[in-house]
């Protein structure tokens, strides 16, 4: 099978904004991994090469790149013209280099794409295959990773011209609101998401804060990822005597600003710190005299390496969030063998108290009862654990490609060609 994924971001620096980046990394390793060729379309790096064909099933195609040479803060810098391009450019070049020889050849051939900028592409590329009578003949799935940009998408075109999908059922129940009944299909995770930080390090952690209770959180600064939660449970665990120290790595949001006040008012001391090294040691060397600290905020790029040692190695990840259309770092922190401690809302993974701990209040001191019990009983933490990693493992990325992705594009499709008039071809062509 031949499969095009069709998203802003991608594997370059200049693509990366968030998970979408490593959704989509995940998903092209286990395409190729089960034997699928697999072509990232993509607003890529404008100074590296248009089509890149990292392996023999492999391709990257990086777009807009006129655009993004004027650009130079990342895939969503001048986003509305990358996005008319996208959608303008890409879909007819798609179809005659790329699907209509696949097709020709006998191939059966899926287009997935991601996110309210990929929306008139879909609609101009449905527009196209069935002006060539060759609609019934291409899966072509669109996903919604999160609710942004859902006020701008025309839902009753977009759910006319392609499947649509989501990340959990949770997110599928707020689209139901929309008038739409997407398909479930969860992230993934890659196998570096499984490895074990090096027992050395591991020990090293444990031994540098000695006596703290060591938290947690790493997202964007945004009120829906519960900032001022995890504070006031920082300060209550500090009036209970806990000694806590919360690592903290947010992103460029204006909201953090206003947590880094609110720990300030309530008595916390917070100390900033960079990394300077890859790895797990960069993450060790950050956390040295942290004794006056109540709140270690990390200022510079968290890596995989040290990311896994800091989940695996807190005593818990505070992932909850008011909103939360997946929860990748919950199931980031379970991979690796940590204690996560999710919101109630899409995270499906997530079994309160036997791989998990789930929150359904902004009060901390639930946070601090369960948290509690849990300390007082290390035979129930280390079987939470073994079990977070074991439900983790159901989601890697050749998992869910083989068990949710796959089954779908399987399934008997519609070989009529529906006319939907000149509204679609309007909204796909503007």
């Known amino acids: 099978m031949q499969f095009h994924l069709l998203s802003f971001e991608g594997p370059d620096p200049y693509a990366r904004a968030g998970g979408i980046a490593s959704r989509i990394d995940g998903l092209m390793a286990a395409l190729e991994e089960v034997g699928?060729?697999?072509?990232?379309?993509?607003?890529?790096?404008?100074?590296?090469?248009g089509h890149e064909q990292r392996t023999s099933q492999l391709h990257l195609h990086r777009w807009c790149q006129w655009i993004s040479a004027h650009h130079p803060l990342g895939v969503y810098d001048g986003e509305a013209g990358k996005e008319r391009d996208y959608a303008a450019s890409l879909p007819p070049f798609l179809l005659d280099q790329y699907l209509v020889p696949a097709l020709e050849s006998g191939e059966h051939v899926a287009v997935l794409a991601e996110d309210w900028q990929t929306v008139h592409a879909v609609l101009h590329l449905d527009w196209l295959l069935r002006a060539r009578g060759l609609r019934h003949r291409v899966d072509l799935l669109w996903n919604a990773n999160n609710s942004f940009g859902f006020e701008r998408i025309p839902w009753n075109l977009l759910s006319a011209a392609a499947t649509l999908t989501t990340v959990s059922r949770y997110m599928r129940q707020r689209m139901w609101t929309l008038g739409v009944d997407p398909l479930v299909i969860p992230n993934g995770l890659g196998p570096d998401a499984y490895a074990i930080p090096v027992p050395e390090h591991r020990n090293e952690l444990r031994r540098r804060l000695r006596g703290r209770t060591l938290l947690a959180k790493v997202a964007r600064w945004d009120p829906d990822k519960r900032w001022m939660n995890a504070i006031e449970i920082t300060a209550e665990l500090r009036r209970e005597q806990w000694k806590p120290l919360l690592v903290a790595r947010g992103g460029v949001e204006a909201h953090g600003s206003e947590v880094l006040e609110r720990a300030r008012?309530?008595?916390?001391?917070?100390?900033?710190?960079?990394?300077?090294?890859?790895?797990?040691?960069?993450?060790?060397?950050?956390?040295?005299?942290?004794?006056?600290?109540?709140v270690l905020l990390l200022t510079s790029h968290l890596d995989a390496a040290a990311r896994r040692l800091l989940l695996r190695g807190a005593h818990a990840v505070l992932a909850n969030s008011g909103h939360e259309p997946f929860g990748l770092v919950g199931l980031e922190t379970m991979a690796a063998g940590g204690l996560a401690c999710t919101g109630g809302t899409g995270e499906d993974y997530a079994a309160p108290g036997?791989?998990?701990?789930?929150?359904?209040?902004?009060?901390?001191?639930?946070?601090?009862?369960?948290?509690?019990?849990?300390?007082?009983?290390?035979?129930?933490?280390?079987?939470?654990?073994r079990s977070a990693r074991r439900t983790a493992r159901d989601y890697a990325w050749p998992e869910i490609v083989h068990r949710n992705l796959v089954p779908r594009l399987a399934l008997p499709r519609d070989a009529t060609e529906r006319s939907l008039g000149s509204d679609l071809q309007a909204c796909a062509l503007a």
Do not use: C, K, Y
């Not at 699928?36 to 090469?49: I, M, N, T």
């Not at 008012?265 to 040295?288: N, P, Y």
């Not at 902004?362 to 300390?375: I, N, T």
């Open 36 to 49: 699928h060729e697999a072509h990232l379309w993509f607003v890529g790096d404008p100074s590296f090469p």
């Open 265 to 294: 008012l309530l008595g916390l001391r917070v100390v900033e710190r960079s990394i300077h090294r890859a790895g797990e040691r960069g993450l060790l060397d950050a956390l040295v005299r942290t004794d006056d600290a109540d």
């Open 354 to 385: 036997r791989n998990s701990l789930v929150l359904q209040s902004e009060d901390p001191q639930e946070f601090v009862g369960l948290f509690a019990r849990l300390r007082g009983d290390s035979m129930l933490e280390a079987d939470i654990r």
